[in-house]
């Protein structure tokens, strides 16, 4: 593993596509492209899916095509302008503040991640677990008992895993770096000023933070963090290497060297992209002693969930016992040790 590591020259030279190796590819989408009355039609049908019943959105679609058209107007014109946000908060599994926006604006994200998704997503890494399409928790659990195993040989090495989470996420992107990032790959300037409009609609500090409701956001902190994920694999070429949104980790079988890369990835991270790591959950541990990943807890040959994880599915099951919550607990905990937990379920 290098290590005297100039972040800016193998950032600036590393390739950007997740393969690596390939040229740096290009967004060959228009403006029309997004803002074409086509393709939010189709943003629509996406985004109506499991909210008939809303009351926001009944009433968008009491008019829905001249609310469309009126969109699609301003977009054209260049007089558009994202409106205000509905602020309330939930906890899942932490308290979190949620921003949602009009429906007239969601509709508009929707446009523009139907077609900024499937770009982007192709230079991401595949370790990149968050958000994505054939992604998530699932399979990132999965990687990482298949990478536990390939670094202790099957249980016959000490595998050490350096887990770390970024600090306050969403709430420290900053616009600027994000901007800049997005205009490595987009050159035409009628999308960026759109992607401006979205990004600067939103911040809890002067030019910082995305709102969590947004879809879009759950796209740009892919984008953002697929910077750090590619200095990760190709700055230190770490194979071994997991993120899911703000959580990731890293395991060795050398203690000592994850120890020596810590501090490095924390200069990457202020240095590059304004974050921090949070100083309360960043561990090195061996897997024998119980790994917190994923709201699991991982040992060498089974994982059991994580403490609050359960009694948080156990205060809800309190609340609400129909057959739809029950079945989405037991399609989670079919994943882990959970046998004494399904047995205390009531059916």
Not at 193 to 222: A, C, D, H, M, Y
Not at 243 to 263: C, G, H, M, N
């Amino acid at each position: 593993m290098p290590n005297n590591i100039n972040h800016n020259q193998l950032l600036d030279n590393r390739q950007s596509s997740a393969g690596g190796g390939h040229r740096k590819r290009v967004f060959n989408h228009s403006y029309d492209e997004i803002i074409s009355l086509e393709n939010i039609l189709e943003a629509w049908k996406e985004f109506i899916n499991g909210k008939r019943r809303r009351k926001d959105v009944q009433e968008f679609q009491l008019n829905l095509m001249d609310n469309i058209l009126n969109l699609h107007e301003d977009l054209r014109d260049y007089t558009y302008v994202h409106g205000n946000y509905q602020s309330f908060n939930i906890n899942d599994p932490k308290p979190r503040n949620i921003h949602k926006a009009s429906v007239r604006d969601r509709l508009l994200h929707h446009a523009i991640y139907r077609i900024l998704y499937p770009f982007f997503d192709k230079t991401f890494i595949s370790d990149s677990f968050s958000c994505r399409v054939n992604k998530g928790t699932h399979r990132a659990l999965n990687r990482f008992r298949y990478f536990f195993r390939k670094v202790s040989k099957n249980n016959k090495k000490t595998c050490w895993i350096l887990k770390c989470d970024i600090k306050k996420f969403f709430e420290n992107i900053d616009h600027k770096i994000l901007l800049n990032i997005l205009k490595k790959y987009i050159n035409d300037s009628d999308v960026i000023w759109l992607l401006e409009r979205i990004i600067f609609s939103f911040s809890k500090e002067p030019s910082r933070g995305l709102p969590l409701g947004n879809l879009t956001s759950q796209l740009f902190v892919n984008i953002y963090m697929n910077e750090f994920d590619q200095f990760v694999k190709h700055g230190f070429r770490i194979k071994y290497y997991i993120r899911y949104a703000d959580d990731f980790v890293i395991l060795s079988q050398d203690k000592a060297w994850l120890e020596e890369t810590l501090p490095k990835i924390g200069d990457f991270l202020t240095e590059r992209l304004k974050l921090e790591l949070h100083p309360d959950k960043v561990s090195i541990k061996t897997i024998s002693s119980g790994v917190d990943f994923m709201g699991w807890v991982h040992f060498p040959k089974h994982r059991i969930l994580r403490a609050s994880t359960r009694r948080r599915m156990m205060g809800r099951l309190k609340i609400n016992k129909s057959k739809e919550t029950l079945n989405s607990y037991l399609g989670l905990l079919k994943h882990g040790n959970t046998y004494k937990i399904k047995k205390n379920l009531e059916f």
